[in-house]
């Protein structure tokens, strides 16, 4: 074996050329808060401000002291962490909690049964992968239902009790002329050739353009973006894309995707086919915020309109928190404020408190199929650190009447006053400030008329918000990250305790920033 060079990078190392380039191939070691600290040449501690809040996972900050003395004491009691297939009250407390809170948010009295899993794209897996488990009981029952059908039919037509009616004729392509049993066996071999052929489709996704739901293989293809999906489009039943907040595609995209299968019945005498709906719809996913799509909004209509077609289709909506929940919007789903119902639910990022990896799905009772539980676990799922981590999140979340989501709101609006200022100073380069709570968008013109190659060559390879990021912390020592596909946007998800002096020195950053882009400074922006 030949020895490598101990400085060879080899956990990414393309990756990390590419942060290299825009200059935020930086080592962080040590934080709290929203505070970051990189180390000088003469090993000093800088300290960075941080607006990518771990892009959403930081609720409560980096290093909370309640969540870092709880993980202390855990491991000082030598608690166990994996302890599978033994009783977890630590994540029954959690799924209490999320359910008291989701009674309170929605108004509903149905209890949402929960799985516990460690990223938020393994729970948009787990709920579509649950979703799916109730859609293949639903096809098996339609299709044994059809079966026996079918035998009735061919009984009563046997024993002369029934004649084929004349849509049988019709679809079997026969004329009368022909015995009743075997015009009844071509439409019977017609039948099962289009049931099977609709019964077998892959389950139809909807998901919104520009969604964010995931990396693996199921989730990215519900994952808008393009780069991140098609080389995996073979992997994974695809999605449809609806516009945003157009209610009208939304219906012409579910007319579109409607199937029946055929079924006969016996009346009067008369043996008849009839079409019935079939489950074609495997969930439609939504985030009530997109994240990385560049922070846009799902408005109060346009999730009424999801939540009756979806009922009128009986598509089970999948809302897709993982991102806008956790209390960063000003409450603790960012579905309630739009009157969206989930029939499932899942939560990542801040539900570890920053320093655990923890997600949960949860479904409402009317869906909930107790045997998903024997067919789908993690070996890290439900373990013995990161729920007692949740708890504490929640508690902390949900302690002095709620006083974490007020908080939430006035900071929120605190630095959206502070975008929109700057928004306003420099409307020849600032597009827009969108988002709600600690969820804040800037987005930026694009830079392709730009007089300057270099600035039109940033907007060409669509890497504007990258190159902004590096100016930001070697100008300003401030860490902001574009949104993952939409990359002129700069996403703002700071902790609640984001302190009015770092949100006035990044609306001075974001001056300068302004600045530099109103005058193409190349200087300033140079590699
Ligand atoms: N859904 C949404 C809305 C997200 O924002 C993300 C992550 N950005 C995910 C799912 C995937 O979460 P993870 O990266 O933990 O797999």
């Known amino acids: 074996m030949n020895p490598e060079p101990t400085d060879r990078e080899l956990a990414e190392p ?23 600290y990189r180390l000088d040449e003469e090993g000093r501690e800088i300290p960075v401000t941080d607006f990518a809040g771990g892009y959403g996972a930081l609720i409560l900050g980096h290093n909370h002291p309640e969540i870092t003395a709880l993980a202390r004491d855990l491991l000082e009691r030598q608690v166990p962490v994996y302890t599978q297939f033994s009783r977890h009250p630590a994540a029954n407390r959690a799924a209490h909690l999320i359910n008291d809170i989701i009674r309170r948010e929605t108004g509903t009295e149905e209890p949402y049964f929960a799985f516990f899993s460690s990223t938020g794209a393994e729970a948009v897996e787990a709920a579509t992968k649950h979703a799916e488990f109730v859609r293949s009981q639903r096809l098996a029952a339609l299709a044994t239902g059809i079966d026996g059908n079918v035998a009735s039919a061919r009984a009563a037509v046997a024993a002369g009790r029934a004649e084929p009616g004349p849509d049988v004729y019709e679809r079997a392509g026969a004329d009368t002329a022909q015995a009743a049993d075997q015009v009844l066996e071509h439409l019977v071999a017609r039948l099962e050739r289009h049931n099977d052929e609709v019964l077998s489709r892959p389950p139809v996704y909807f998901a919104l353009e520009g969604s964010f739901h995931g990396k693996l293989a199921g989730s990215v293809q519900l994952t808008h973006n393009p780069g991140f999906r098609t080389p995996f489009a073979a992997m994974a039943a695809r999605a449809r894309f609806v516009p945003m907040n157009e209610g009208e595609a939304l219906v012409k995209a579910v007319e579109e995707e ?13 043996v008849g086919v009839v079409e019935r709906p079939a489950p074609v719809f495997g969930a439609f996913l939504v985030e009530p915020i997109q ?80 045997e998903f539980e024997l067919v789908h676990s993690s070996t890290f799922a439900k373990d013995g650190f990161s729920t007692p981590v949740a ?39 600032v597009a827009q400030v969108r988002g709600r709570g600690l969820m804040l968008g800037l987005e930026f013109r694009s830079t392709s008329d730009s007089p300057s190659e270099l600035f039109r060559f940033f907007a060409e390879a669509d890497v504007l ?19 993952a596909s939409a990359v002129n946007t700069l996403r703002l998800a700071p902790s609640i305790g984001i302190g009015d002096e770092q949100i006035d020195r990044l609306e001075q950053a974001l001056r300068n920033v302004a600045l530099v882009l109103r005058e193409s400074d190349e200087q300033a922006l140079a590699p």
């Open 14 to 36: 393309h990756l990390l050329g590419t942060l290299a380039t825009v200059g935020v191939n930086v080592e962080y070691v040590r934080a709290h808060g929203d505070t970051l």
């Open 258 to 270: 409607r199937a029946v299968v055929w079924d006969l019945v016996v009346e009067d005498g008369r």
């Open 291 to 370: 994240g990385e799509g560049g922070i846009h909004e799902v408005g109060r209509e346009f999730a009424e309109r999801i939540q009756t077609v979806c009922a009128e289709i009986e598509c089970p909506i999948i809302v897709d928190e993982v991102q806008s929940g956790m209390g960063r919007t000003g409450s603790f789903l960012a579905s309630a404020r739009i009157g969206l119902r989930g029939d499932y639910y899942a939560l990542a990022k801040s539900l570890g408190g920053g320093i655990a990896k923890s997600s949960v799905m949860l479904v409402r009772e009317q869906h909930y199929r107790a």
């Open 391 to 429: 708890v504490r999140v929640l508690e902390l979340l949900e302690a002095d009447g709620g006083a974490a989501y007020s908080r939430a709101r006035e900071r929120g609006e605190r630095l959206r006053l502070a975008l929109e200022r700057v928004r306003e100073d420099f409307p020849d380069v």
């Open 465 to 483: 918000g990258y190159v902004l990021s590096g100016y930001l912390l070697r100008e300003h020592d401030i860490r902001a990250l574009p949104t």
